[in-house]
């Protein structure tokens, strides 16, 4: 019965979990723990027997559903801070040997030029089925194709949520590549930054808080070269007057850092913040080209920054040959992780973001007490929640936060035997072992299946657009591999 319990809402009592990590402040984890949802939120949390005798003294709570969490594990749900819905049709499709410009610039504009809307919907469903299937509760997307309500309805239709804007860019190369049309020009910049922020206003206006809040929209730009310092800036100063965030690609590449210090005098995090750009509502996608000095600007405006690191490994972008990851966090940057999309980074696992952060810097530096579990997890968790400024709802599994979460089946190889939650967690399991994730008091993937979605039609019709798309977009043979353009 749920009618007097407060919030409202269907009350689900799951108790006798063999573990639950919280990552609170103080980064709880509970052994023989029970958790109670009482329509969207978290109720209740704790140790089984004092869950329990809280719940005897509230007889007006009585839960709807009891299930025995024992052989299950629990994680708050994990956070994307930067990823691409638009481009879930094109894995696999790209040379594995394009650094970061020339992957953008003669790969990924063209094929994005294809995406239709009926192609975009497709896509963006069937990332958002890869992420509940492995765990992703939230994202950040960094701009729909064709607008955001596109990303925006068809995400909130599975219920997952997310924060969606717009693509933007308002500065054309100064020579159109082969492969790229007078269409396509059109189609990716908008002839001036105020027009540009006039959309993006619009959009937010229309979509941030959409399906009960459980979708946000941001004033989101592609940033760097494509992007004009107006718009970079303007983008941030109009997401403060509207109350969001932003977000955008910014020192992505060493290559983008040469090209910025040869026509600036500068690398790209410091002209920004000459301009005045940084702020504590924008959240850098990348960042990996930083100068020490530029560490402590982030640090000081409250930037936050999306770390990629698959995305890194695939495009060479030099996360531990030049990457100040280790730096911003002791400097106390939010960190969150992002697998930038399927093409980037091969896959939508933000899992596989945890594991590869936690290793990283302590191959890296010689050190092993580089990051590790505990902090990669935070990264993926709570400190994504914080960059982006969700932390009063998401992030960690307390009361009053939404249900958000991830449960793993612990009677799988994956985690037999083990001993530390954390470090299982982290270094042996992956999306193989996860059982159930929920959304919001929701379970949206649950018994090998993403509920509410035909995800075997979807595949095929997938399949056909991908094939499609890339044959509408590559008609000349000759995609250049590196590239000049922007210098
Ligand atoms: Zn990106």
Known sequence: MSAENGSGGAVTLIEHLDFVITADDADTVLRDASLVVEGARIADIGPADVVRRRLARQPAVVPDTVTDGRGLGMIPGLIDSHVHLSETLSRAVFP?????????????????AHVGEADERVSVLLGVAEMLRSGTTCFLDMGAQNDAGLTARAAASVGIRGIVGRHAADRKPDVIPPGWSPEMVSHHFFPDHTTALEVLEAEVRAWNGYAGGLIRCWVNIEGKEPCSIELHVGARELAASLGVGTTYHLASSIEEARVSEQRYGCWPVTRVARHGGLGDNLVLAHAVALTDDEVGEL???GTAVAFCPASSLKLGKGATAIGKYPELLTAGVRVGLGTDGVSAAGNLSLHRQVQLVAGLFKDARLDPAQVGARTALRMATIDGARALGWADEIGSLEVGKQAD??????????????????????WSASPASIAQTWVAGRALYAGGRVAGLDEKSLRAEARERAASIAARAYRDADVPVRTTLYD
């Open 405 to 426: 979460f991830v449960l793993f089946d612990l009677d799988h190889h994956e985690w037999t035997p083990y001993a530390d939650p954390l470090q299982a967690l982290v």
């Open 299 to 301: 640090a000081a405006a």
């Open 96 to 112: 594995d040997i394009l650094s970061t410009r020339a992957w953008v610039f003669h790969w990924a504009k063209p094929f994005y």
